[in-house]
Structures are given as structure tokens and as C-alpha cells.
């Protein structure tokens, strides 16, 4: 029984050869939309093929995608021929691709598609590098094949127009395996040579195929890069080529370009005929003027008079004018000095001071009033006083009765400690004096202690 | 001043330049004169360089790099 079991590398085997065998598989035509594409460095594409039902993972090997004209990617509807074969590490079956194209469009408008968006992001369009065309070119190189209908454009336009210019061919294959190289062979030449002040690159009207090589990113890029300015009439007004957009002025066509890179002799001819007219004209109109001008003055000169009265007039407009301008002035002034007058007026002080001087009369009165009450007061104060007084004044005492003791010396005797028998004292009454001597001296027991 | 190194076009812009001039009002009578004769000269010189180029021959590069004569156009 262990016998019957096998390997899984076994069964991969063989299901990858019966696949290989199998006629349907061994090519297959596959429309789809693209998903996970990847580019891997070492050049191999991987990505899924999808549609609504269904998805298949798919690779394109380096040696097949190396001649795609456009670059995969996500979202893009193509149609694939392959084959279908087992990848036998993952034990996954897919899609082995040979070759690929865009559905829909062709594969050479999706790549011209690309090239301009990426060259258009990268700058190479910008109006800032457009280098300037020469007016008068001395020596002009034309990049396009030896034969055919453009160059006999070119030619023919050139001769007619400006036949001074000297008109170099480098002739280039325009179409084919080789065009891309031929015209960057040529570019650089042209470059190297020192010798051409304009570059003419053109190719007759064709299909998108034919004029291909005017599509490659190098051409467009070395058109870019020349030193001397590029101007290109290829194909038909409504074919814009990647080159077109690069160069420093398209053309609609070889012969367009033709016009464009040379001016016309007999157009500056007739340009110089008008400025030599031109030229002669103006000097005689000023030396006719001046010529006027100075027969002006020998007829003035001739009748001194004129001269003077109009100097005469001339001087009554100054005194006129002098009198109004001063008229004007003084009311001017006036007007000013009326104005401020007013203004004066109202800052007259007589008001304020009158204010104030009723305000200094109610002060007064106040003040009056005021003092007069003080005063009242102080008054009945005074003879309250007086009447105090009255009633303290020793002389009213006496009139009770009383009598006051003086020494010998005059002074007060107020206590018995100052008296012995045998001194004389006086005493004032009310209404007189009395001598006495003092016969016995009793003092109270309160002070004889 | 038009002096003979002066190329066609530099003489031609000159030329321009002195017929504007002199189309301004107020130019002096010396000036107008002097601008008159400088215009005169620059404008022969235009003439002279157009009638002595002279009509140049195709020329085409061929594969060593060397220019021969092209023999133009078939059945011209």
C-alpha cells in the first residue's frame, strides 16, 4: 500500500506535463485588464491578468518584454498571446507571456502616450528652454532623408525665400530599424561642427509606424539638448510627434519649417526701400522746419515794430494777470482774516471773568455772613465771661464783709505764721483802710500740731 | 557708425534704430543731419551685404562627414 502514495514534486510533474502537451495550452489568446504589475530589476514583469470572473498570475521573461513599445501597467486592458505551463517551486500553474499590446488603442499610441506625459512632467516642454531662431541665418543644417518630398520642400522654400543662406543635407534614415540612431548620429554631428546657426529636422506626413523614430525619447531628448535651436516640420498639421514638443518651434510641416527658419529677401527688401524712404522724408521735414522757423525770425527782424508790439500785448496779459493774481491774493487774505477774527471772538475772556467775579461777590457774601455770626458768638462769650469775672473781683467780696490783711511791707497776709504779737498790720475793707497792732496770736490747733 | 565687420542684421537693427530717432519731434538740426548720413552709410551697408552674397549652393554631408554638392531635387 505505502507504494501507491507519491511525491508532490511527482505530482507537480505531472500535471505540468500534461499541461505542456495539451495543443490549447501551448498557445493561447487572452484579453484582460492587468493587476500587480511589477517590473522586477533583473527585467522580468510579473503581474496578475483579471477580468470579472476570474484572475490568472502571469509572467513576461526579459528576452520577450524587451522589445515592448509601451510599459505595462495597472488598470490597462490588453490582449496577450502565451502559453499556460505549471511553475512547479509554488505548484501554481500561469500565464507565460510573449507578447503583449494594448487593447483598444495601439501599442505605439500607448507608448507615444507615455513618452509625452513622463518627457511633459520631466520639463522638456517648458516654454523657458525654447532657445531663439536666428532672423538671418548664415548656414542651416537639414536633418531628414536625402530623398523624398521634404527636402525638396525645404530646399525649394529656402532658395525662393532666402537664397543667401548657405543649405547643408545631412541625410538621415527618417524610417526603420536604424532611423533612431541615424538621426542622434546626426544631431551630434551638427552639434560638433560649430559651423550651422539652425537646425531644420524633417520628415513627410505617414502613419504613427512611419514616423516612429520621431517618438523615441532620445531623439526628442538630443533635439532638447542641441546647442543650436531645432525647428521641425514633421509630418501633418494634426501629428504631433514627441520631437515636435521638444524642439524649440514646430512647424505644421517641412515646408512650414522652411518659412519659419529664413526671412523672406524680397520682404526685407522692401523693408529697407521704406526706411531709406522713411529716412529722407523725416530729415527734409526738419530741415524744412527749421528752415520755417528761421524765415520766422528774419521777417520779424525785418519789422522791428511787430516785434515790439507784440511784446506790447505780451506785457498788458503780465500786468493783467499780476492785478488779478494780487486781487486774488488780498482775498485770500481777507477771507483768512476774517475767519480767524471770528474765531478770535469767541475766545473773548470777559465771559469767564464775569463768572468768576459772581462767584467772588457770593464768596464775599458769604464770608460777611459768616463772620458775623463768629463775631455774635465771640460777644455773648465775652460778657458771659465778664459777669464770671464780676462775680470772682475781691472788691465784690469785700462788699460782704470781708477784709484783706496787709504787712508793713505791703504784701498779703495770708496766715498767722507770718504775724506776732506787736507787728502792725493794715487791713482793707470796702470802703477803707484800718490800722491795727496785733495784741495776741491764736492759731488753730490744726496748725500749731 | 556702419563699419564693414558690422553683420546685416546688427546693421539692419541700427538702421531701424536711427529711422526712429530721427521720426521724434524736436531733433536737433545737427543731430538730424548727422543721424541722416549714419542712416544713409547703414543702409547701403544693408544693400551691399545682400547684393554680394551670393546665392549659395546645396550642399549635403556625406558619410565620412564631408560636404559635397547636393545634387538637388529630382528634375529641378
Known sequence: MRNQYITVTALTKYLKKKMDIDPHL????????????????????????????AQ???????SDNRHLKFLPEDGMQVLIEGNVSVFEAFGQYQLYIRSLEPDGKGALYAA????????????????????????????????TSPTGAAIRDIISTLKRRFPIVQLTVIPVMVQGEEAVNSILTA??????????????????????????????????????????????????ETDFTISDFTSDVRAVTPTGAAELAAPSLIDINTHLRQMQATLTRSTQYIIQTYKNELENYVSNLQRPNRLFRE??????????DMLHHLKRIYQNRLHTYQSLSIRFSHLNP?????????????????????????????????????HQLALLNPLEI???????????????????????????????LKDGTLACSIQEVWRDEKDGR | MADESMTFET???????????????????????????????????????????????????????????FDDVQGD
Open chain 1, 311 to 320: 511784446k506790447e500785448q505780451y506785457l498788458d496779459k503780465l500786468t493783467d
Open chain 1, 112 to 143: 507615444y502616450e507615455q513618452t509625452k506625459e513622463k518627457m511633459e512632467k520631466e520639463g522638456y516642454f517648458d516654454q523657458q528652454y525654447k532657445k531663439e531662431i536666428p532672423a538671418f541665418p548664415g548656414n542651416i543644417a537639414i536633418i
Open chain 1, 350 to 386: 470777559k465771559k469767564q471773568y464775569q463768572q468768576l467775579n459772581e462767584t467772588k461777590k457770593e464768596l464775599t457774601r458769604r464770608l460777611d455772613r459768616q463772620s458775623k455770626q463768629i463775631l455774635q458768638a465771640k460777644k455773648q462769650q465775652l460778657q458771659l465771661y465778664i
Open chain 2, 11 to 69: 546693421a539692419l537693427k541700427k538702421l531701424e534704430k536711427v529711422v526712429q530717432e530721427l521720426e521724434k519731434e524736436e531733433v536737433p538740426l545737427e543731430k538730424a543731419i548727422e543721424l541722416y548720413q549714419e542712416g544713409m552709410q547703414l543702409s547701403k551697408s544693408c544693400d551691399d551685404k545682400l547684393k554680394n552674397a551670393e546665392n549659395k549652393m546645396v550642399k549635403v554631408m556625406n558619410e565620412e562627414g564631408k560636404l559635397e554638392p
Open chain 1, 187 to 236: 544631431i551630434s554631428k551638427v552639434n560638433h561642427m560649430h559651423t550651422f546657426d539652425t537646425i531644420i529636422i524633417g520628415r513627410g506626413g505617414g502613419s504613427i509606424e512611419d514616423l516612429w523614430a520621431f517618438n523615441d525619447e532620445r531623439v526628442a531628448k538630443a533635439i532638447f539638448h542641441s546647442d543650436i535651436p531645432v525647428i521641425s516640420g514633421i509630418g501633418h
Open chain 1, 26 to 53: 501551448k498557445q493561447v489568446l487572452i484579453k484582460g485588464e492587468i493587476s500587480n504589475f511589477k517590473h522586477h530589476s533583473r527585467g522580468h514583469m510579473y503581474m496578475t491578468i483579471k477580468d470579472q470572473g
Open chain 1, 56 to 62: 490568472i498570475r502571469a509572467v513576461m521573461f526579459a
Open chain 1, 398 to 428: 469785700m462788699k460782704r464783709g470781708y477784709a484783706i490783711p496787709y504787712n508793713m511791707d505791703g504784701d498779703i497776709v495770708s496766715s498767722t505764721a507770718y504775724l506776732y504779737p506787736g507787728d502792725d498790720v493794715t487791713f482793707k
